[in-house]
């Protein structure tokens, strides 16, 4: 299972760190990404972080402003959001995939489709104007 938490509502310019806590895998070895969806649009990659040496990606929406983060020994993903924008309004997903490469896990910050192995349940964000 996957937990998100941390999300809520915040002004512009403002801050949030979404946490996910795993249970149930061994979660050192998966690559951890966080999408999200806003009404009306499809799913979007913006972040993902590799199991064996932490390298990130983020796509160029977030990037500068969100950081991923891992913490193996508390089981946990991060997503630190900075300098937060109306348009990052969206249900926040983390994700998890142990099948695959790193470069195939990693695309999906470009827009490419690649289907994580599980899902949280998703946390709201609402960035106010």
């Known amino acids: 299972d996957l937990v998100e938490s941390g999300g809520g509502l915040v002004q512009a310019g403002g801050s949030l760190r979404l946490s996910c806590v795993a249970s149930?895998?061994?979660?050192?070895?998966?690559?951890m990404g966080w999408f999200r969806q806003a009404p009306g649009k499809e799913r979007e990659g913006i972040s993902s972080?590799?199991?064996?040496?932490?390298?990130?990606v983020y796509a160029d929406s977030v990037k500068g402003r969100f950081t991923i983060s891992r913490d193996n020994a508390k089981n946990t993903a991060y997503l630190q959001m900075n300098d937060l924008k109306p348009e990052d309004t969206a249900v926040y997903y983390c994700?998890?995939?142990?099948?695959?490469?790193?470069?195939?896990?990693?695309?999906?910050?470009?827009?490419?489709?690649?289907?994580?192995?599980?899902w949280g349940q998703g946390t709201q964000v609402t960035v106010s104007s």
């Open positions: 994700a998890a995939t142990l099948r695959g490469s790193w470069s195939l896990a990693a695309s999906v910050v470009q827009g490419h489709k690649y289907e994580y192995d599980y």
């Open positions: 149930g895998l061994p979660f050192k070895y998966y690559v």
């Open positions: 972080i590799n199991s064996d040496d932490d390298a990130t």
